[in-house]
């Protein structure tokens, strides 16, 4: 063990191994071995000490840096985000590109009745940094809700209500129409709890009857992501990420790839609601079959 190299949790998730977080988290539970030793919170590696995960030794390409790669991914109602489901559900990371070195790292996660919008990168570093709720990103949300909702009500939820879990709001919302019962709003968070947007419309009696997510940060989910299909990111769009997240921006050219014969994206200005958006945007937000409505003016 290095006093003069890299955090341990730093070097694993560079190299793609997962988040700081979750790597933190395998280190309290002695999952992580140091040339022999349990690892702890704090020690430094180098490229000359050996690493164990779960008893295996890390190769030294598993620990070397993986390229940079970002994808979006639309996952649609009935997907799970977790690797792997004991009730043996899907989950979204059967329907990702493989990878010869690192892993895909979801930016967050979609409960199973969620649709929309996912990150996916390979910089574990640069997951931690947009998920954090101290970078105040924003998370922007379709729902559509069943019953009467009130201009009170809407004040309350910008204000913050009460959780479980502690106070929590919407920093911004808009009314998007709709008929009948049903109607539909775009809602903002700038953070990432556990079913947040539906525990702040069922604390006032509302219920959700549909949810998707349309865009984290500056990066918006386009018409022509059709669900389970994937895209990856080009430099501007990556660069706007790492901006967002407090990194370097990286500067080399990239092909865009994708899963859904997609042609290359080309950046257009779009007004979005909310505070930290960020300046890029691309085309409009995706329509499945329920369209979450088009923005109206901001509500009182």
């Not at 640069?126 to 990103?137: F, G, T």
């Not at 998370?139 to 069943?146: C, S």
């Not at 370097?248 to 007004?271: C, I, L």
Request: contains cysteine; glycine residues 10%; hydrophobic residues 35%.
């Amino acid at each position: 063990m290095s006093d003069t190299g890299e955090r341990l949790q730093k070097v694993l998730a560079a190299a793609g191994l997962g988040s700081r977080r979750k790597i933190e988290s395998w280190i309290k539970e002695g999952r992580l071995q140091v040339n022999g030793e349990l690892a702890k919170l704090g020690d430094r590696v180098t490229s000359k000490d050996k690493v164990q995960l779960d008893g295996r030794l890390l190769r030294t390409e598993q620990l070397s840096k993986s390229p940079l790669r970002v994808i979006a991914y639309h996952k649609p109602e009935g997907q799970v985000c977790t690797r792997s489901d004991t009730e043996g559900r899907k989950t979204l990371f059967e329907f990702l590109p493989r990878l010869s070195n690192g892993r895909w790292i979801t930016v967050g996660r979609l409960d199973i009745n969620t649709s929309g919008l996912i990150l996916c990168t390979t910089d574990g570093e640069l997951a931690n940094r947009l998920m954090h709720p101290s970078q105040k990103i924003d998370r922007e949300y379709a729902v559509r809700v069943l019953g009467e909702v009130t201009p009170e009500m809407l004040a309350s939820l910008r204000a913050g209500v009460e959780l479980e879990d502690g106070p929590a709001h919407f920093s911004d919302i808009v009314d998007a129409g709709g008929k009948g019962a049903n109607h539909w709003y775009h809602v903002v968070l700038q953070e990432g709890r556990k079913r947040e947007v539906r525990r702040l419309w069922e604390s006032l009696g509302i219920k959700v009857s549909r949810l998707m997510r349309v865009r984290y940060g500056p990066i918006i989910l386009t018409n022509k992501l059709r669900p389970a299909k994937w895209i990856e990111l080009e430099n501007g769009d990556i660069n706007a990420l790492l901006q967002l997240a407090g990194m370097e921006a990286q500067v080399s050219d990239q092909v865009s790839r994708n899963s859904a014969g997609m042609e290359k994206r080309k950046f257009v200005k779009k007004k979005r609601i909310g505070k930290s958006a960020g300046k890029r945007s691309v085309k409009s937000p995706a329509k499945s079959k329920v369209s979450p409505g088009k923005r109206k003016t901001r509500t009182s």
